[in-house]
């Protein structure tokens, strides 16, 4: 069962900054945070990941609480072409990882 | 640029067939990956492996099996493909995480219809 909270749709003005929240309350100590997205009929894209600390890439922020629960991802100026589902993930990193998806938060961006 | 490429990505088989689906990666990834997708249910892991010859299975590997001979190559085997298993099919290959990062990189995935 996937280990992530999400929730299941939200909207956001184009060219506003995008936040989606992740619970994830039972996280252990090795266990990181990944940021996944599909766009409709591809295959899920990478977009970040981070363990105790903010990260920032080209794509996206990641805010993790100071208890590591819970999580935000930014898109700071959202495009029509971030609509999508995200997916937020938890993963340990052994050898048997599985990538457990849950199922995600479809962004809706409004013209 | 990381590519997994899955053999087809329309498939139309009768039920009762053996259906195999490919699955190649160009990375010499240690792990890789089989979903499948249906709306509303997101995406479900059937089998993962994380070296030759050897499998896992994840949350719904009935009816399926997979094979894995050669690192690159990962297949998903129906053994006798029933309706139930009509879906969007996704494939997805990762390093074994020792200590770098280990994005999942996945492939277009292939829509089987069992009529």
């Known amino acids: 069962d996937a280990k992530t909270t999400q929730p299941p749709s939200m909207d956001c003005a184009e060219g506003r900054a995008a936040n989606l929240p992740c619970n994830h309350s039972?996280?252990?100590?090795?266990?990181?945070v990944y940021w996944y997205r599909q766009i409709h009929s591809q295959g899920p894209q990478y977009i970040i990941h981070?363990?105790?600390n903010n990260e920032t890439n080209e794509m996206a922020s990641l805010i993790i609480t100071e208890d590591r629960k819970s999580s935000t991802l930014i898109l700071p100026h959202a495009t029509l072409r971030d609509t999508a589902v995200y997916y937020c993930i938890v993963r340990v990193k052994d050898r048997d990882d599985k990538i457990i998806f849950g199922k995600g938060t479809r962004l809706h961006i409004l013209p | 640029d990381v590519k997994v490429t899955q053999s087809s990505r329309y498939l139309v088989k009768r039920t009762g067939e053996k259906v195999f689906l490919e699955c190649v990666q160009d990375?010499?990834?240690?792990?890789m990956f089989w979903y499948r997708q249906d709306p509303g249910l997101g995406l479900r892991l059937i089998y993962f492996?994380?070296?030759?010859?050897?499998?896992e299975k994840g949350d719904i590997p009935e009816g399926y099996s997979v094979s894995r001979e050669k690192k690159e190559r990962f297949s998903l085997i129906l053994e006798s493909a029933s309706t139930n298993q009509t879906s969007m099919y996704l494939c997805?290959?990762?390093?074994?995480?020792?200590?770098?990062?280990?994005?999942?990189?996945f492939g277009q995935g292939t829509r089987l219809t069992v009529v």
């Open positions: 039972t996280i252990s100590g090795n266990e990181y």
């Open positions: 981070g363990l105790k």
């Open positions: 990375m010499d990834h240690e792990n």
């Open positions: 997805a290959s990762s390093l074994w995480p020792s200590g770098g990062v280990a994005e999942a990189f």
């Open positions: 492996s994380y070296d030759v010859k050897m499998k």
